[in-house]
């Protein structure tokens, strides 16, 4: 398969060696030094686009590549706020896109059971739920992409809990994430429920950037050649 990367930092340059080494073809690598060559003709020598930049640049980059008629994979956080509107268009023109917070098969196993457990917990008030985040300093967001769906699903589930606050909660109604930043950290995703008797937490640890590349290059496998809007729950078969 013929393969853009729009944005060729450290999660780009993981995706080139986990899809060179399945075989595929990287076609045209586009960072903030050669962005003139992000153009129509020369996207269309790929089959499908997978772009990892910032979250100034997520949302124009994947317009850019449904434009281009590419099926696009994006996994740039901080920007998601306008998701939506990229879903609309990309429903409207009949283009192809996957958009995933977190490409890691054990992040999408450990998004299940956060799930399975907030479903559990919502009826048991005497368990308050909070959230830690621990990433490398030179990440720009906060909180994680991934924290905010771990807290999105908790907040879909736990209804006495109203909205995610990225600070020390004031009111019981807020969910707490706490985002820290160590270096070298690819990583770390904790949520807690605790009462006064008990407390049940699950943790997730990346031990490398492998792991969102091989996701990636799998979701990039998935939607060439399909029409829609995908996640990795649909790569992933999970039902
Ligand atoms: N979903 C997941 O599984 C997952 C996993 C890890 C990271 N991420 C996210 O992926 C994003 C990238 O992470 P990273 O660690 O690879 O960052 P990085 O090392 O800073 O790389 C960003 C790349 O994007 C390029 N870029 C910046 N602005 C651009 C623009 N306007 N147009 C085209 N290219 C542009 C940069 O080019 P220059 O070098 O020329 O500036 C660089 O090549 C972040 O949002 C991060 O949070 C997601």
New binding site residues.
């Given amino acids: 398969m013929n393969i853009a990367l729009?944005?060729?930092?450290?999660?780009?340059k993981a995706i080139e060696e986990v899809a060179v080494s399945r075989g595929h073809k990287i076609t045209l690598k586009?960072?903030?030094?050669n962005?003139e060559d992000f153009t129509s003709d020369n996207m269309q020598k790929a089959e499908v686009a997978i772009e990892?930049?910032?979250?100034?640049?997520a949302y124009s980059?994947i317009s850019k590549c449904l434009e281009f008629g590419i099926p696009v994979v994006s996994?740039?956080?901080?920007w998601t706020e306008r998701l939506g509107e990229l879903k609309e268009k990309c429903a409207k023109i009949r283009g192809s896109f996957l958009y995933?917070?977190?490409?890691?098969v054990g992040v999408n196993i450990f998004f299940e059971i956060n799930t399975r457990l907030a479903s559990l917990m919502a009826n048991h008030k005497e368990y308050d739920v909070s959230l830690v985040e621990i990433h490398h300093t030179?990440?720009?967001?906060a909180p994680s992409?991934t924290a905010i769906t771990l807290a999105e699903h908790i907040l879909e589930n736990v209804p006495r809990k109203k909205k995610w606050v990225n600070q020390k909660a004031n009111e019981a109604t807020e969910l707490e994430i706490i985002s820290e930043r160590i270096d070298p950290a690819p990583g770390t995703h904790k949520v807690k429920y605790f009462s006064p008797i008990d407390e049940i937490e699950i943790i997730h640890t990346a031990h490398s950037?492998k792991g969102?590349a091989a996701?990636?290059v799998l979701a990039a496998e998935f939607i060439a050649g399909k029409e829609g809007i995908f996640a990795m729950k649909d790569v992933l078969g999970f039902e």
């Avoid at 729009?6 to 780009?12: A, D, L, R, S």
């Avoid at 996994?75 to 901080?78: H, K, L, R």
């Fill in positions: 729009i944005g060729y930092g450290k999660m780009g586009i960072d903030e030094g962005f990892f930049t910032g979250p100034g640049s980059n996994g740039t956080t901080g995933a917070s977190n490409f890691s030179q990440k720009k967001d992409g950037r969102f996701g990636a």
